[in-house]
Every structure is written in structure tokens, then in C-alpha cells.
């Protein structure tokens, strides 16, 4: 029975009465679904967020007087540490052989730059397979795990892999997945979870309606993970299954290396209970959120946050004093997991994200064109503060980030450019491996790429399936001695899950 006098003296208590503006309008279906949209519904709560973040003065305070760049010895680098790379891969293969290691994607975001109304996993950025970011990141775990199996024995080598979603996107995903029999892998082991959501305010506190019997609400943002962790009982399932070790990463990075051994490696070798993948940020604007110390705790701050003159500094060597950049991809301990998703989840502060929201006026659906509202989201790096011993590998980011966040047309982490990224490491991938491309003319083409030239863009595509590599390992038997045109896809003889497989465009073979 619903207490609608009940709900109508909370609502009032919290200045939020207007939500029930059109209830003599509403059939009783409507009626009733608002009843439990509203029902269900913290006000209080939703109006502390809202003082606490206080959003309508938002200078930015600089946080220069406290930041420190991150200890010398908490930092790994793929390039400068080169010679550990062996060991650190070794250690993380056996660590996978062992299924201590998994895979959480976070793919609960509503991807509103990429503007399609479906989830940013099922999106295919044009390459010659036309696979999905989904597809992709399947494969490379199905390709790992036989690695694992080759190198250490046995065939324990299963990596679970959680899917975080959202109300946006759980349906389709969950569809996706079983529409392309789960890219290969087992079924048990795709565990697919969601996020909650909060309710959209506008800029006084008051909570926007999406449709007069509903509320506007949006992800409670990637520190959602947490509270979701807990409630879902993923944690329950990761320690029932012995997993240790846990992969964390955003949907959109094309180039994103699925459990990569290398850095599993190297957190154990570091002891580390939160680890953390950075790039070398290149000049002082950057907009990327930097990974430092900030009063003695891990934090990422954004660059708004701190002045010109401390983004500027450099080291004798010509480096950024501050150059962290974080790329959302983190390896967290399962016990570092859980307490943070059961002592400290609470603390995890909500920040503002001010945007372009429909919502109700008058009785009709608007849809904004500026922003009109916020969304209170939590960041899954807000955690790195309750980490006992932080550790940070520095990647090439030509090899490990390139991230789809706007539509096509755009000048910067689109379509286009994810495409060029992917083209561009296996043609390096190839090269490596002694094969060679030719152009229209059959002239040689260079073994890197020109400078800010991609390769994608200047001849065409070219791509390994992560089924026949999954880092550039095993193409010397492929490509050693050949050359190669345009367009070029290595896929496996097995069965490609979605597209038959591309004919090879080989010319010769010494
Ligand atoms: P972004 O901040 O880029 O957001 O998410 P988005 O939703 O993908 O795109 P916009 O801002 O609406 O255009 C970074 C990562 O965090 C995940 C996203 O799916 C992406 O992998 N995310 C974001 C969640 O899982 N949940 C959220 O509530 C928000």
C-alpha cells in the first residue's frame, strides 16, 4: 500500500515537493511508478550531497601548497626498467596460471560525448574486423589465458572478468554478450553487475524530473564500483574463486592490455596493494588528472587544480616535476578492495559534473542546450588515498592509452583517432617482428611511423587480431622476412566470432 501522505510530508521536510507537481495528472500506472521512484529515494541525503559540494561556489582552490610528485622508488617505467620486464611478465603469468588474477571493467558511464544511444563497449571504431571495444577486450582475454596455460602449465588459467554496468547500459550489454556466445569465453565467468544511480539536481538543490512520473537520474559515477562490489556480492565471488589480484580499467581505451602480466608483475614485486598505470604528461596544460601526493595521501588532482607556475616546473632533465597522468587503469589487491568497499566507501567524497540534462517544464520533456544541472559522481581513484604501499608504472602511452570519449568528427579521443592508435601498435608490432610494408609504389615504408604521422591515416589499416597476439608476442613465425600492403588483418584460422576472416594481403616471402 502506498503511504502517500508519508511521502508528501518527507518531500515537504526537504524542500522538494515540486516532484509531485503532476500527480493529478499521472494514470495510476504512472502514479504507482512514481510512487517507487520517489520511495526509493534518500532526500536527505540527496540534499546533503548537494550542500557539501557546494556547487554554486565552485573557485577552484588551488592545491599547490600541498602537493608532492610521487616517491621516486613507488614508480616502475616499461622504458627505464626495461630490463625487469621479463621477470615482472614471469611473475604475473604465474600469478594468472593461478587464477589469482581478474579483470574489472568499468562500463557503467552514459558516454553522452560519444553521443550514441547504446553502450560505449559495443562500439566498433571502423577497424578492418569491425569488432566492438567489447569483442576486443574478450579476445585478449581468451589469447592471455592460453598464454598462461603455454607458459606455466596447467589449465587453471581462467581470468573472471566483472563487468561493472549501469541502468543504461546493462540490458544491451548483458545482450551483447550472449548475442556473440561471450567472444569465446565461458559464460560463468562474465559476471555482469550494476552500478546505483543518484538523482540529477538542478543548480538549487532540487531534484530535475526526467518525465513527469519519473526522476532524472544518472551513474553514480566509476567510484560507484565500490558500493557496487559490496552489494552485488562480487567481492564474495572474487575471494571464492581465489582471486588476489584485480584489474581495473575503463571501457574506452582501445589499446587497454587486459590483466597485463607485466604490470600484475610488478605490483607484486612491489608488494603493492593499489597500483596505478600513468603516462608521462607532455607539456603543463595537459588536461589530464595528475597522480601525486597531496598531505602525505595518493590522490589524483585535476589540472584545474593546481597553478600554471607548479604545472610548469621541471626537472633537470627536462621532465615535468608533475607528470603523472592517470589513464584509468588500476590493479588493486582484493583485500585492499574490501576494505575499502566496507570501511572507508563512506568517505569517497561526490564531485560535480555540470551538465545538459531533460527535464520537465511546464509539462513537457525539455532538452537543455547548456547546462542546466549537476550529476554527483564518485571517482574510482579517490580510493588510492587508503592505500598502505602505492605503487605507479609508467607506460608509453602509444602503446597503452588512446580512449574513445567523443563522436566521430572530433579532433581528440574519437573514433578516428582510437583506430589510428590500434593500426599504428600493430604496424610497430610487425615491424618488430621483422615483417615490412610496402606502399602503392612498393617502397619500403619506415620502421616507426613519421612523427605524429599515424600510419592508419597516411596508408591504411592494419590489424592483429588479440586471438593471434595479444601484445606483439609469436608474429616473428607471421611476419619475419615478409612484406606486407594495406589493408592488413592477421586473424586466427579459428573461428573469428562476429566477421569471417579478412583475406592476409601478403606479397612475398623471403
Ligand atoms: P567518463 O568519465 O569518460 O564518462 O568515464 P563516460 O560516461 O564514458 O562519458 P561521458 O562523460 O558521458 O561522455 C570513464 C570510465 O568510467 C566509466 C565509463 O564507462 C568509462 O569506462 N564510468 C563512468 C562508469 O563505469 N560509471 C559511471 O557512473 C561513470
Not at 82 to 111: F, H, N, P, Y
Request: hydrophobic share 35%; proline share 4%.
Amino acid at each position: 500500500m502506498a503511504d502517500w501522505d508519508g511521502l508528501r510530508s518527507r518531500l515537504e521536510q526537504c524542500d522538494q515537493s515540486h516532484l509531485l507537481q503532476y500527480l493529478d495528472k499521472l494514470t495510476p500506472e504512472q502514479a504507482d511508478k512514481l510512487y517507487l521512484d520517489l520511495n526509493g529515494i534518500d532526500f536527505e541525503k540527496a540534499n546533503q550531497y548537494f550542500q557539501k559540494c557546494n556547487v554554486n561556489n565552485q573557485t577552484c582552490e588551488k592545491k599547490d601548497s600541498c602537493l608532492e610528485p610521487l616517491e621516486k622508488d613507488s614508480i616502475g617505467s616499461t622504458t627505464r626498467d626495461a630490463a625487469k620486464l621479463v621477470d615482472w611478465e614471469r611473475i604475473g603469468m604465474t600469478q594468472i596460471s593461478e587464477g589469482k588474477v581478474a579483470c574489472l571493467l568499468l562500463a557503467g558511464g552514459q558516454g553522452t560525448r560519444l553521443g550514441v544511444n547504446y553502450p560505449k563497449g559495443m562500439y566498433n571504431v571502423g577497424l578492418l574486423s569491425h569488432k566492438s571495444l567489447y569483442q576486443l577486450q574478450a579476445e585478449r582475454i581468451v589469447k592471455l589465458q592460453q598464454l598462461a596455460c603455454k607458459q606455466c602449465g596447467g589449465d587453471k588459467a581462467v581470468i573472471p572478468w566483472y563487468i561493472m554496468t549501469s541502468e543504461h547500459t546493462k540490458e544491451q550489454t548483458v545482450q551483447f554478450f550472449s548475442d556473440h556466445a561471450y567472444f569465446g569465453l565461458h559464460k560463468d565467468n562474465i559476471m555482469i553487475f550494476e552500478q546505483n544511480t543518484l538523482p540529477c539536481l538542478d543548480f538549487n538543490g532540487k531534484i530535475l524530473l526526467d518525465q513527469s512520473y519519473r526522476v532524472a537520474r544518472s551513474p553514480d559515477g566509476n567510484g560507484g564500483v565500490y558500493a557496487a562490489l559490496h552489494q552485488s556480492g562480487i567481492l564474495d565471488d572474487m575471494k571464492r574463486r581465489g582471486v588476489t589480484l584485480v584489474h581495473v580499467y575503463g571501457v574506452d581505451n582501445i589499446l587497454v592490455k587486459m590483466a597485463d602480466p607485466v604490470f600484475t608483475g610488478f605490483c607484486v614485486e612491489k608488494g603493492a596493494d593499489c597500483c596505478a598505470k600513468v603516462v608521462k604528461k607532455t607539456y603543463p596544460t595537459e588536461p589530464v588528472g595528475l597522480l601525486c601526493k597531496c598531505e602525505g595521501k595518493y590522490q589524483v588532482v585535476e589540472y584545474s587544480e593546481i597553478s600554471m607556475e607548479t604545472a610548469s616546473k621541471r626537472t633537470p632533465d627536462g621532465n615535468l616535476v608533475f607528470n603523472a597522468g592517470n589513464i584509468c587503469i588500476h590493479l588493486f589487491a582484493v583485500d585492499f578492495l574490501q576494505s575499502v568497499c566496507c570501511s572507508h566507501e563512506h568517505e569517497l567524497i561526490h564531485h560535480v559534473a555540470k551538465k545538459k540534462i531533460p527535464y520537465m517544464v511546464d509539462g513537457t520533456r525539455v532538452v537543455p542546450q547548456s547546462a542546466n544541472g549537476i550529476k554527483l559522481e564518485k571517482f574510482v581513484f579517490d580510493a588510492f588515498q587508503f592505500s598502505k604501499s602505492f605503487a605507479a608504472l609508467e607506460v608509453l602511452r602509444e602503446d597503452e592509452f588512446s580512449p574513445l570519449k567523443n563522436g566521430p568528427g572530433a579532433d581528440r579521443d574519437c573514433p578516428h583517432t582510437s583506430r589510428a592508435a590500434l593500426c599504428d601498435l600493430h604496424y610497430r608490432q610487425i615491424m618488430k617482428a621483422g615483417g615490412r610494408f610496402l606502399d602503392d609504389e612498393d617502397t619500403e615504408l619506415p620502421l616507426i611511423p613519421r612523427r605524429r604521422q599515424s600510419v592508419a591515416t597516411s596508408q591504411g589499416l592494419c590489424e592483429v587480431s588479440p586471438l593471434v597476439s595479444y601484445c606483439g608476442e609469436g608474429l616473428e613465425e607471421l611476419c619475419a622476412g615478409k612484406r606486407f600492403k594495406f589493408p592488413l588483418h592477421l586473424s586466427t584460422d579459428e573461428k573469428e566470432t562476429q566477421q569471417p576472416p579478412m583475406k592476409k594481403h601478403c606479397l612475398d616471402t623471403n
